[in-house]
C-alpha cells in the first residue's frame, strides 16, 4: 500500500474544489458559474449558436437557452439574428458583460495563483499538456463507446 494519494480522486477532489472557488467568486458578481462559462466562452467566440455554445459546454441546447435567457434579461447578452438562416439566433455580449467579464479575469487569475502556488513554469507546462492529453483520451473513449453502443 503506498502513501501517495491516488491521481484520479485528485484530479476529482481539485476540480470540486475549483468548482466550489468559482461559485463564490462568481456569486460575488451576481453570477453563477455557469454563467461565468457562457460570458467567458461568447467573449472568445462572439457569434457562436446556442447549439454550438451547448456543444463546446457538453450540455444540452435547453439548458444553454435558459442561461442566455437570464443573462439576456440582464442586459449581458443579446441574440441576432443569423444572417443565413432565420431559425438561428447569434449570440454577443453587451456592454455589461464586458465589466464583469475584466473583474472576472482578475478572479480567474488569482485561482491559478492559488492552485499553481510553488509550482515552476516548467511544471506548469508539462502539467497542461499532460492535462490536455488526458481529457482528449477521456473525450475518444466517450466517442469509442457510443458509437460501440450505436454499432450494437
Known sequence: MTDQPDLLFLLHDLARQLRLN????????????????????????????????AEILEVEPITVARLIDRLEDRGMVERRDDPHDRRIWRLHLRHPAHAVLRDLADERAD????????????????????????KANADADVRNKVLERDLA
Request: charged share 25%; proline share 2%; hydrophobic share 45%.
Open 111 to 134: 485561482m491559478l495563483r492559488m492552485v499553481s502556488a510553488g509550482l515552476d513554469a516548467a511544471t506548469l507546462r508539462h502539467l497542461k499538456e499532460g492535462l490536455i492529453r488526458m
Open 22 to 53: 468559482a461559485d463564490r467568486r462568481a456569486s460575488i458578481h451576481g453570477l453563477t458559474r455557469a454563467q461565468w462559462i457562457v460570458l467567458y466562452r461568447l467573449d472568445k467566440h462572439p457569434g457562436l449558436s446556442q447549439k454550438e455554445l
